[in-house]
């Protein structure tokens, strides 16, 4: 299914290999691959709500087009 993640640089990484049964966690992974970005750093945002990493894409109810937002988390002392 494509999901579309919104990046904080307004990109848009179009997701294909995830299923609706794949996990919050799941698709984290997939933007680490893409993007180098941990995953510890990502925070997932769907409709206004932050979503768990344990929850599965069908249970956030994101369907295929739906658009998730990221927000990195900088650790305390990291610098940009």
């Not at 290999?17 to 996990?23: I, Q, R, Y």
Request: glycine content about 4%.
């Amino acid at each position: 299914m494509l999901i579309k993640v919104k990046t904080l640089s307004n990109r848009d990484l179009e997701i294909t290999t995830l299923e609706a049964t794949n996990t919050v966690a799941q698709l984290k992974e997939v933007v680490e691959a893409s993007e180098g970005i941990p995953v510890i750093q990502q925070k997932m945002v769907f409709s206004g709500k932050p979503l768990d990493d344990t929850k599965t894409l069908e249970e956030c109810r994101i369907k295929p087009g739906d658009t998730v937002h990221m927000v990195i988390s900088l650790r305390a002392g990291a610098t940009v």
